[in-house]
């Protein structure tokens, strides 16, 4: 099982990025996977995740400004990010869950190794 985040970058408040997220050795349609963000010296906090029925979860913190989608056809997961806050600055990681979808870092089985996301003027 590999996950390969990439897509992020300097980005200014009120910008837009996309990060994504390719699978291999899995299909990502049978599991739960979602994305994950570290700031500096924080936890890792759960941002968006998508369950294998396809239903989707959210942060309070970017409800109505990320959208998390998947494309099974090409194994891989997306983060729209847009309306970026300075806060959104952290590393995000990608990451399956071989049970139910949940927000705690600590069910899921595998991780990619992340992509950092700067958000500043």
């Known amino acids: 099982v590999q996950l390969q985040a990439s897509g992020g970058g300097l980005v200014q408040p009120g910008g837009s990025l996309r990060l994504s997220c390719s699978a291999s050795?899995?299909?990502?349609?049978?599991?739960?996977i979602g994305w994950f963000r570290q700031a500096p010296g924080k936890g890792r906090e759960f941002v968006a995740g998508?369950?294998?029925?396809?239903?989707?979860q959210y942060a309070g913190s970017v409800q109505g400004r990320f959208s998390i989608s998947r494309d099974n056809a090409k194994n891989a997961l997306y983060l729209q990010m847009n309306n970026l806050k300075p806060e959104d600055t952290a590393v995000y990681y990608c990451a399956v869950d071989l049970g139910a979808l949940t927000r705690d870092s600590r069910t899921y089985n595998y991780w990619g190794q992340g992509t950092e996301v700067t958000v500043s003027s």
């Open positions: 998508v369950s294998w029925t396809g239903g989707t």
């Open positions: 050795g899995f299909a990502i349609d049978l599991f739960a």
